[in-house]
Nanobody, 121 residues
Framework: QVQVVESGGGLVQPGGSLRLSCAAA????????MGWYRRVPGKQRELVAVISSAGRTNYGDSVKGRFTVSRDNTKNTVYLQMNSLKPEDTAVYYC???????????????WGQGTQVTVSP
């Protein structure tokens, strides 16, 4: 059994900052990519940022230069530091982890339940 749990969402004013955290727990053997996606009602899910186990990062065009993804492999945790937030960043943010477990060594995608980020005056 694997759990992926996000925290850190909330309401922030434009120009402000928030930090999201996501921890994966369970019978984990190894974690490949971890990262963040977001979804606005009526729109497709959008890549925010991903980071490989070796620390290589990839960002969505709309967040480059404002958001930073990082991870702590000792804690199976990924972070998203969001600066200079804009109203268009408002969305539900979902954590993703591609990992293998004691039950299945084939890497499988796991998702968190989502955390709301609202950017508004």
């Amino acid at each position: 059994q694997v759990q992926v749990v996000e925290s850190g969402g909330g309401l922030v004013q434009p120009g402000g900052s928030l930090r999201l955290s996501c921890a994966a727990a369970g019978n984990i053997v190894s974690i490949n990519d971890m990262g963040w996606y977001r979804r606005v009602p009526g729109k497709q899910r959008e890549l925010v940022a991903v980071i490989s186990s070796a620390g290589r990062t990839n960002y969505g065009d709309s967040v480059k230069g404002r958001f930073t993804v990082s991870r702590d492999n000792t804690k199976n945790t990924v972070y998203l530091q969001m600066n200079s937030l804009k109203p268009e960043d408002t969305a539900v943010y979902y954590c993703h982890a591609g990992l293998s477990t004691m039950s299945s060594l084939v890497p499988t995608n796991y998702w968190g339940q989502g955390t709301q980020v609202t950017v508004s005056p």
